[in-house]
């Protein structure tokens, strides 16, 4: 039944939200982020409990505000993706508006492909679709297989519509069809902030340990193809706003997993970065930090406990509850 409620819960979001005038969409989402922060349900405490990590000097009102926010920047996100079927390539070209962008122009252009790694800020399918409509580039990205199996053939047949190629999340079936698209000078853009899996490798983040993916990395040092991480931001105008942060350069001495492991910390870093400038466009709404996860179900600090649906480890993936975990 839960899996029925949410599945029609995302389908009614795409067949109704895309119609509503922009204003209407936008009043609306800031409507029920405002009801949902008012309730201090788990993912607002959550959301809380990471930005007291990324602002560390900040009071219980400036949290309070930045939470607030939060939820505001989340609710975007969201009413853009029900409505990006919908937008013009013109409201799509204009909808993003990137800095640095030549390091994936010139990546691309070297033809070794190119590795493009995000957290969860912003919205990552409004800047796909851009580099799909405005570059004219395909790429690549992993989903997470989702129940009810509808739901998860929604979520691919709304990414395949913006131009993105997505496998499902199937381990080294995944990883080699991925290498097979860089060498041939493609583009893969993952999503990389947390990695909960016994191959997620360990990184400080903001002064305490946590896991990221190991995916990007590996791929970068077995194809050669530049790891480039990006972060995006929300600011008062109808335009999302990003960078693309320059080239993680892979490490000559060390093994493997210690080449690994030095370029997963520099990506962590640069999503560091670009977070604590815009904290509020961060959208974890779950435990990161390995400390929370430690503490156990309804621990301090842990509210919504460790069966709670997680974010993907290296790919847009499960949207999880009903309330709208983003994918």
């Known amino acids: 039944m ?10 009614l979001g795409w067949s109704v939200v895309k119609k509503l005038p922009e204003p209407v969409a936008v009043a609306l989402g800031q409507r029920i982020a405002d009801q949902t922060w008012k309730r201090r349900g788990k993912g607002v405490l959550r959301l809380e409990a990471n930005l007291a990590r990324v602002v560390p000097d900040a009071s219980p009102r400036r949290l309070a505000e930045l939470s607030r926010a939060g939820m505001r920047s989340y609710l975007r996100y969201w009413m853009e993706s029900f409505r990006l079927p919908a937008w013009s390539p013109e409201r799509i070209r204009g909808g993003f508006d990137v800095k640095d962008v030549h390091h994936l122009v010139d990546g691309l252009a070297e033809g070794r492909g190119v590795i493009l790694a995000l957290p969860h800020m912003g919205n990552y399918d409004l800047a796909g679709a851009w580099v799909t409509t405005h570059l004219g580039v395909p790429f690549t990205t992993v989903a997470e297989r989702l129940k009810p199996e509808s739901l998860y053939d929604r979520f691919v047949a709304y990414r395949e519509g913006l131009g993105m190629e997505v496998l499902p999340h199937q381990g080294g079936s995944a990883f080699g069809t991925l290498a097979r698209r860089l060498r041939a000078g493609g583009l893969v853009c993952l999503v990389a902030d947390r990695d909960l899996s016994a191959s997620g490798v360990e990184v400080s983040f903001f002064g305490e340990r946590a896991k990221m993916p190991a995916g990007p990395a590996a791929l970068a040092l077995q194809t050669g193809a530049p790891l480039l991480p990006v972060t995006l931001w929300y600011d008062e105008s109808p335009v999302m706003r990003g960078r693309v942060h320059p080239p993680v350069e892979a490490p000559g001495d060390g093994n493997r997993a210690e080449r690994i492991a ?33 503490r156990g179900p309804g621990g301090a600090g842990s509210p919504e406990g460790p069966g709670s649906p997680g974010r993907p480890e290296e790919g847009p993936g499960s949207p999880g509850r009903p309330e709208m975990e983003k994918p």
């Open 262 to 294: 030095v370029m997963t910390q520099e990506v962590a870093d640069a999503f560091a970065s670009g977070i604590s400038e815009h904290p509020e466009d961060w959208h974890m709404l779950q435990r990161l930090w390995l400390a929370d996860l430690d």
């Open 2 to 11: 839960r899996e029925r409620l949410t599945d029609a819960l995302y389908g």
